[in-house]
């Protein structure tokens, strides 16, 4: 943004010359990285830069921006965590380095367990394990409106960021946050919806994931060489956790959708059911336990 500069930078400018450096980065989304960068720096939102797009940019603002386009195209921050918020299921949640960014993929699983309850104002208990932001377990607390939602994290650091989520979109009082691993922080309580996005990449793997990854906690990610310990585990203990007619609703990836169906049915679960997401990929495996 300096030598070959024009002498006015406007809103227009600065969109148009971040985007091709993103894609020459090799960064996916280079249009909508460059606009949500700069309305952040300019303390705007992303409609009022088309509003304003031949708008002159101070040089205090393109000062924000720079340092924030650096952090984006050199150490591939992702946006989320440069901005410190992110949006999902409409609600707008705080994120930092110690949580995963929720991905619209997370979508496909909060929207498939809404349909397994589809009462607005029907009571029911909801589990999320590995509740990370706190994205799933708000975002069925907000639309089922009587749920009493129990969300658990082996992160304490993770959880603060969750329980401030809860309380900034006013759903605190409806949700508690416990430490531990997996079952151990509700052991001997039983729940008519048990939902989570557990670790399951594959430790083997990490050479070859994008370089945004690295700025996500790592145990939130991983889960041993092939990324089914955590699924195991999980599809292993689920059964006394759900309630009789209860529902379970696990997130993974594509390729673990026919093994995960069949230790459900292993442990006891029935109708057990794959969702897909918007791109038609297997990625939320749920089950049923009996009456």
């Given at each position: 943004?300096?030598?070959?500069?024009?002498?006015?930078?406007?809103?227009?400018?600065?969109?148009?010359?971040?985007?091709?450096?993103?894609?020459?980065?090799g960064?996916?989304?280079?249009?909508?990285?460059?606009?949500?960068?700069?309305?952040?720096?300019?303390g705007?939102?992303?409609?009022r830069?088309?509003?304003?797009?031949?708008?002159?940019?101070?040089?205090?603002?393109?000062?924000?921006?720079?340092?924030?386009?650096?952090?984006?195209?050199?150490?591939?921050?992702?946006?989320?965590?440069?901005?410190?918020?992110?949006?999902?299921?409409?609600?707008?949640l705080?994120?930092?380095?110690?949580?995963?960014?929720?991905?619209?993929?997370?979508?496909?699983?909060?929207?498939?367990?809404?349909?397994?309850?589809?009462?607005?104002?029907?009571?029911?208990?909801?589990?999320?394990?590995?509740?990370?932001s706190?994205?799933?377990?708000?975002?069925?607390?907000?639309?089922?409106?009587?749920?009493?939602?129990?969300?658990?994290?082996?992160?304490?650091?993770?959880?603060?960021?969750?329980?401030?989520?809860?309380?900034?979109?006013?759903?605190?009082?409806?949700?508690?946050?416990?430490?531990?691993?997996?079952?151990?922080?509700?052991?001997?309580?039983r729940?008519?919806?048990?939902?989570?996005?557990?670790?399951?990449?594959?430790?083997?793997?990490?050479?070859?994931?994008?370089?945004?990854?690295?700025?996500e906690?790592?145990s939130?990610?991983?889960?041993?060489?092939?990324?089914?310990?955590?699924?195991?585990?999980?599809?292993?203990?689920?059964?006394?956790?759900?309630?009789?007619?209860?529902?379970?609703?696990?997130e993974?990836?594509?390729?673990?959708?026919?093994?995960?169906?069949?230790?459900?049915?292993?442990a006891?679960?029935?109708?057990?059911?794959?969702?897909r997401?918007?791109?038609?990929?297997?990625?939320?495996?749920?089950?049923?336990?009996?009456?």
């Amino acid at each position: 943004m300096a030598a070959a500069a024009p002498k006015t930078w406007t809103v227009l400018d600065l969109l148009r010359w971040t985007t091709q450096h993103f894609a020459e980065r090799g960064i996916d989304t280079p249009r909508l990285d460059a606009e949500c960068l700069l309305a952040f720096a300019l303390g705007c939102d992303r409609l009022r830069l088309y509003v304003d797009y031949d708008k002159p940019v101070d040089e205090a603002e393109r000062a924000r921006f720079r340092a924030l386009v650096r952090e984006r195209a050199q150490a591939r921050v992702p946006v989320a965590l440069l901005v410190g918020t992110r949006e999902f299921w409409s609600l707008s949640l705080r994120v930092t380095g110690d949580v995963l960014v929720p991905r619209p993929d997370t979508e496909t699983l909060v929207a498939a367990a809404l349909d397994a309850f589809p009462e607005r104002e029907a009571e029911c208990t909801v589990l999320d394990v590995g509740t990370g932001s706190g994205a799933i377990a708000l975002a069925l607390a907000h639309e089922r409106t009587k749920a009493r939602v129990t969300a658990t994290d082996t992160s304490l650091a993770a959880l603060a960021v969750a329980a401030d989520n809860a309380e900034r979109l006013g759903l605190a009082d409806r949700v508690r946050f416990l430490e531990g691993s997996l079952f151990e922080p509700v052991a001997g309580e039983r729940f008519d919806l048990v939902v989570s996005n557990p670790p399951y990449v594959a430790k083997r793997d990490a050479a070859s994931l994008p370089p945004e990854l690295r700025h996500e906690p790592a145990s939130a990610l991983f889960a041993g060489p092939d990324g089914t310990d955590v699924l195991r585990a999980f599809a292993a203990q689920v059964f006394e956790v759900v309630a009789p007619g209860g529902a379970v609703f696990v997130e993974l990836d594509p390729a673990q959708a026919p093994a995960m169906s069949q230790w459900f049915a292993d442990a006891g679960l029935e109708r057990v059911t794959i969702h897909r997401d918007a791109a038609g990929r297997a990625r939320v495996v749920a089950a049923r336990r009996g009456a």
